[in-house]
């Protein structure tokens, strides 16, 4: 992990298109302003980590059947 | 055929170039209709066949008509709003032990069935549960 210490109003450049700046810093919290291209998704960690877990825990196995889950079926009605 | 003890159809292969959030690598995916039950959706890594999820149409949950998929999301399968061919689910948690059906909206999966393109965008309302019930859903009908 790089590590590099800023203030308040410095940048950071990540590759071409990606620029990070610090805003502003108070009792602990860091403001921190991102400039990306639209086609890079941005997330806080502990939620995109939420996502990551609930997706590998959805998965469906051989013991999951679809008539496992029949009852919920007949009252989908649109 | 069968994927996991499902009858499937329809299969139709999408690219999710971005993977999904836990399997970044795996970008294609097969889309099936589930034979019998409409609202459903089987979708199955090519790479890892045993990535096997069940999606649900967003239609089929009440609360989701308030869901606002950002126009930055759209557009990493080239779409904009009111495009036409453009699916919404909700990706189906089953507990086998409790029982409980949850659908997942605050990641909800987006298809543009023309280009064939896929995505899993993470929506920043927290009021959205990633474990939402779908008794709720019986309870309004």
Redesign the interface.
């Known amino acids: 992990m790089l590590v590099l210490t800023r203030k308040p109003g410095d940048k950071i450049r990540i590759g071409n298109n990606i620029l990070l700046t610090v805003i502003s810093s108070n009792f602990g919290q860091i403001k921190i302003g991102i400039d990306a291209p639209?086609?890079i998704?941005i997330?806080r960690e502990e939620?995109?980590a939420?996502?990551?877990?609930?997706?590998?825990?959805?998965?469906?196995?051989?013991?999951?059947?679809?008539t496992?889950?029949k009852g919920?079926?007949d009252?989908?009605?649109? | 055929m069968l994927i996991q003890n499902i009858q499937i159809s329809d299969k139709t292969l999408i690219n999710f170039n971005d993977g999904l959030p836990g399997f970044e690598k795996y970008s294609q995916f097969n889309l099936a209709n589930v034979k019998g039950y409409p609202y459903f959706k089987v979708l199955q890594s090519v790479d890892e066949p045993n990535v096997v999820l069940l999606l649900l149409e967003k239609e089929c949950v009440e609360i989701s008509k308030n869901i606002h998929v950002p126009r930055t999301a759209l557009k990493k399968i080239n779409v904009d709003y009111n495009d036409p061919d453009v699916g919404y689910y909700f990706i189906l948690f089953y507990d086998k032990e409790l029982s409980t059906l949850t659908a997942n909206l605050r990641a909800p999966i987006l298809i543009n069935y023309n280009d064939a393109l896929g995505y899993q965008t993470i929506l920043d309302d927290e009021n959205l549960s990633i474990h939402y019930p779908l008794n709720v859903f019986k309870a309004e009908k």
């Open positions: 639209q086609d998704h997330y939620l995109y939420k996502i990551q877990a609930q997706n590998k825990s959805s998965l469906v196995t051989d013991s999951i059947s679809i496992d889950i919920w079926f009252k989908m009605d649109k």
